[in-house]
């Protein structure tokens, strides 16, 4: 796998065209993730798109409801021909295991390859502090995060999304074969933004990260293909 292919940039725009605007200005993004705002304006319209020019789909809506519900979203993905799904890992084993059964029902009935379910462990918007005193859940953070990855394992998943500060410790516990993809990464030059534990995209590859989810610093640049092409560059050097 090349180092651009690592790369998933999330289509965080309001409608279709400009999710089209924004993947035809970056024709060398190969790996794309369709989020809550987009897919709620255009529907599976944007998957259908991404397909049809031979992208990958990261389709993050984050499911979270009873098992029976999460089932049903994630067998209707996987019909999409998306390529990873996520869901709360915080829904449960039960609808853990329905997830996956569904999703590899729904792809199967469409002639497509199993997309790879990955758990949400804890948002990278939210502290010790948040997991403390707001949630009330009585562990260490790094702990919290090792729980839910090992939960989602154990249930079957093909991986978990954590924020890179944490990925070290779940590739290290979790095995090789574990897929770890990382939003909150931030390159030197750009702006955290409201992500909170941030890491270079070089140092979450190196923790272990498999694909690293990098939004703003290339969609909001002046330049986003120089922005892309600078941190596959930055990338290439630890690879």
Not at 80 to 101: F, P, R, S, W
Not at 127 to 145: D, G, M
Request: net charge negative.
């Amino acid at each position: 796998m090349s180092v651009a292919e690592r790369v998933i940039v999330p289509l965080d725009v309001s409608s279709e065209r400009a999710a089209i605007d924004l993947i035809e200005q970056l024709p060398q993004v190969t790996f794309w993730k369709v989020g809550l705002e987009l897919f709620v304006s255009s529907g599976s319209a944007i998957l259908t798109a991404l397909k049809a020019r031979q992208k990958r789909v990261f389709l993050d809506l984050k499911f979270h409801d009873i098992p029976n519900t999460v089932a049903g979203a994630c067998g209707a993905a996987a019909r999409h021909g998306v390529d990873l799904i996520t869901l709360h890992a915080t829904n449960g084993k039960e609808a853990l295991q329905a997830a996956q059964k569904a999703a590899e029902a729904g792809a199967a009935a469409v002639g497509h390859p199993t997309p790879k379910l990955l758990a949400i462990t804890l948002l990278t918007s939210l502290t010790a502090r948040s997991l403390a005193f707001e949630l009330k859940i009585p562990l260490e953070l790094p702990e919290y995060v090792l729980h839910m990855a090992l939960l989602a394992q154990e249930n079957g998943l093909a991986g978990a999304v954590c924020s890179p500060q944490e990925v070290e410790q779940l590739r290290q516990t979790c095995g090789d074969d574990f897929l770890l993809v990382c939003p909150g990464v931030r390159p030197t030059w750009a702006d955290t933004n409201d992500q909170r534990r941030t890491v270079t995209p070089a140092a979450a590859l190196k923790a272990g990260a498999n694909y690293l989810v990098i939004g703003r610093p290339i969609t909001a640049a002046d330049d986003p293909a120089a922005a892309f092409e600078r941190i596959c560059e930055e990338l290439a050097t630890v690879v």
